[in-house]
């Protein structure tokens, strides 16, 4: 304790030393290091909006691409995007791909999040992207194109149809001069159809009724009531009944959990189903309402027309029970630790109902080392032939294998199925040579992926009954479902979306090797599994159509764009471009601007870039630098690499400046806005920012800002 009072006077008396003395500083100074002096004068300037005179430029829109939970979760880029830019631009989250969801429903739960958090702060959005080939929902797509596959119910028809099918409609009563029984229209080759015409529209849909003789029902029983209907042009109808306590019920029509007053109908046949069992007798009937719309033929098919029992007595024995997997499933398995079970609703063939998957992470030295088992209640017959059904699709691209085993593992094989990423029908057939093979195996050992497996169906050859049909749908059928598709998509986007103002209706449609055509799936030689075409079933006017769309659903001061990549680079594709909307302004749709991507690099080639500002702006429609970022293509960014990127993207500011009329101008947005990291989806390691993966601002910051004084 001595020791340290001892320490403290000490100190004390030195301070007072040199309190009083004279002190004299050292002469010396450090130099700022450049890099930092060059930071701070770069984080001097203004936000980059602050450069456009908006007195002179009122319309003019500086934008900003941003992904839509970076947005939404109003961190830095939520703060980044609104201090510089007048818009943003999702680059991904409006696509198709991102909002339909595997039933076809259009989810905009998201995007009116984002709209509500930029409307707030007065950021406009544009609407990226309308009719595209990539990043759409093209299983959801394809699936609607697919083939119509019926199986009959295995139960007794309870209708009596005889007077469908000689064509006399014994039995059945109408009030419609419109309806008849005509040949060869119906589902499957000389098939009959009852036709229905409606001259004029009516307040009571049973205006325009067929109904059907008495149906007899067991009292306590559910039935199952199911047609296959198509109209000449969108239609509705209704099913009433007589016999039932409450006979104009809301009804589940497509089975999707919800009850509706009516159905749709449309070119191409769609399956109506529903249940019913508030019976107030011994007895119902079933009356076709289709007193909605004027001027609509609606085609029902006899042979797929069933009422039944769903607790009757089976005609058909599906060895496989609850083969459609929408109550659970039976099925179990193993091997190589693959995840295995029952998909969620609307992942089933035809993006309708649930499937079985079964994920294998890795092939496997032998077929059989991952298998799926369902275990039938009693064994086959000794000496049976069995036939196997079922759809499958993929992930990716492989083989499985499924047989009949017993439990000393011998077995019967159906044979190998090659498996791809498009659902189709597989019927197999094997006969049972032992009296103990008692369960049903599936070996996924060959596949790496995931497989699913859905409406599996084995059949004894004596099991009696039951039939399938598969109707393929023609081009014109095609068309036309298409055509509807694009319609609910863009009415539902542009409708859903009022604080939209702009939008790219079209985007990408001309071909890389050839310029001056469209692209299209049959020279595309590696389409992914997002890729639809809609041109390939619509044609050249399937722009015309996506613009006339957008134009009738929109707001009147709506602008339309069609926009493209690489037309600085190429030309011709430019051009190609220019004659395109030419093209669909000659058959009537009016297009408002042209977006030019300009995904660039520092070694672009400049007379091109002027020269293709020039085409564009001769075309007198509004121009929109719509996707622009400037790659330095080089593992290092130096200095003298960074000067250059700042001087292409000054470049590509005056360039448009000098080139593009004032009044032409909607604006320019930038896409890469800061760097990517190594293994990011756009533009890798490239540097293309004008912030850098730190969002630092970079030189490129500087020359945009005092390139956008010119405007």
């Not at 119902?284 to 289709?290: G, I």
């Not at 109707?471 to 598709?485: G, H, M, N, S, Y």
């Not at 079933?537 to 990549?565: H, M, Q, S, T």
Request: charge should be negative; proline fraction near 3%.
């Amino acid at each position: 304790m001595q020791y340290i009072n001892r320490f403290l006077v000490y100190s004390g008396v030195l301070a007072m030393v040199f309190s009083c003395a004279d002190l004299d500083p050292l002469e010396f100074a450090v130099e700022k290091p450049k890099a930092i002096q060059a930071q701070e004068e770069l984080n001097e300037y203004e936000p980059l909006k602050s450069y456009i005179d908006s007195s002179s430029n009122p319309k003019f829109k500086l934008g900003g691409a941003v992904s839509l939970s970076d947005y939404v979760n109003k961190g830095l880029a939520y703060r980044l995007i609104n201090k510089n830019f007048h818009e943003l631009t999702l680059g991904y989250g409006m696509k198709h791909g991102a909002v339909v969801q595997a039933d076809g429903t259009i989810e905009l739960r998201q995007v009116n999040e984002l709209i509500a958090a930029a409307e707030a702060v007065g950021t406009s959005v544009f609407g990226h992207t309308l009719t595209w080939h990539a990043n759409q929902n093209a299983s959801y797509l394809n699936g609607t194109l697919a083939p119509l596959v019926i199986e009959s119910p295995s139960f007794p028809n309870d209708l009596d149809k005889a007077g469908l099918e000689d064509g006399s409609l014994s039995g059945y009563t109408t009030n419609s001069q419109g309806l008849s029984i005509v040949d060869g229209q119906g589902i499957g080759e000389g098939a009959n159809a009852i036709e229905i015409q409606v001259a004029s529209a009516n307040e009571d849909p049973g205006a325009v009724r067929l109904t059907t003789p008495d149906i007899p029902v067991v009292a306590g029983h559910e039935y199952e009531v199911i047609f296959y209907i198509k109209s000449d042009q969108p239609g509705q109808g209704r099913i009433s009944f007589e016999g039932l306590n409450e006979n104009t019920p809301a009804l589940d029509y497509d089975s999707d959990g919800e009850a509706t007053e009516f159905f749709q109908t449309g070119f191409s046949w769609n399956e109506v189903r529903f249940k019913v069992k508030d019976f107030a007798g011994d007895s119902f009937s079933l009356n076709f309402d289709f007193g909605y719309s004027a001027g609509v033929t609606y085609t029902i098919d006899v042979n797929n027309l069933y009422v039944y029992d769903t607790q009757g007595d089976l005609i058909v024995s599906n060895l496989v029970e609850n083969g459609d997997f929408e109550t659970g499933t039976g099925w179990g398995g193993w091997g190589n630790n693959a995840q295995m079970g029952v998909t969620q609703d609307g992942l089933g063939y035809g993006n309708q109902g649930k499937a079985f998957y079964l994920t294998n992470p890795s092939i496997t030295g032998g077929f059989w080392e991952v298998q799926s088992v369902y275990e039938f209640p009693e064994a086959l017959t000794n000496g049976e032939m069995y036939t196997l059904s079922f759809w499958v699709k993929g992930d990716a691209e492989g083989i499985i294998r499924p047989e009949l085993q017993s439990p000393d593992y011998s077995s019967n094989a159906f044979g190998q199925v090659n498996v791809n990423q498009e659902w189709q029908r597989v019927e197999l057939s094997t006969t049972a040579t032992a009296a103990d093979r008692q369960r049903l195996i599936v070996s996924y050992g060959e596949f790496a992926g995931t497989v699913y497996i859905d409406n599996v169906s084995l059949i004894s050859a004596s099991g009696g009954g039951g039939s399938t049909t598969i109707l393929i749908r023609d081009d014109e059928v095609k068309k036309a479902i298409v055509e509807q598709e694009l319609e609910r998509w863009i009415e539902t986007m542009v409708t859903g979306l009022p604080y939209v103002n702009a939008w790219d209706v079209v985007n990408e449609p001309m071909d890389d090797g050839n310029p001056y055509e469209l692209k299209s799936a049959q020279t595309d030689s590696d389409i992914s599994s997002d890729e639809f075409y809609w041109q390939d079933y619509l044609g050249k006017d399937y722009a015309v159509k996506a613009f006339n769309l957008a134009r009738e659903f929109g707001k009147p001061e709506d602008l339309l764009f069609i926009n493209d990549y690489n037309l600085e680079y190429n030309l011709d594709k430019c051009k190609g471009l220019i004659d395109y909307v030419s093209y669909i302004e000659s058959q009537g749709a009016t297009v408002d601007g042209i977006g030019t991507q300009m995904h660039i690099s520092i070694d672009s080639d400049k007379d091109k870039i002027t020269e293709m500002f020039k085409l564009l702006a001769q075309t007198g429609k509004l121009v929109k630098v719509s996707e622009l970022d400037v790659r330095t293509n080089t593992s290092e960014a130096t200095e003298e690499i960074l000067q250059l990127q700042a001087e292409m993207y000054a470049y590509v500011v005056q360039a448009y400046i000098d080139n593009v009329p004032k009044e032409q101008r909607y604006g320019i947005t930038v896409w890469g806005i800061s760097d990517s990291p190594e293994d990011a989806s756009w533009l890798p390691g490239e540097f293309q920012g004008l912030w850098d993966i730190n969002l630092n601002r970079k030189p490129a910051y500087q020359s945009f800002a005092e390139a956008l004084k010119g405007l």
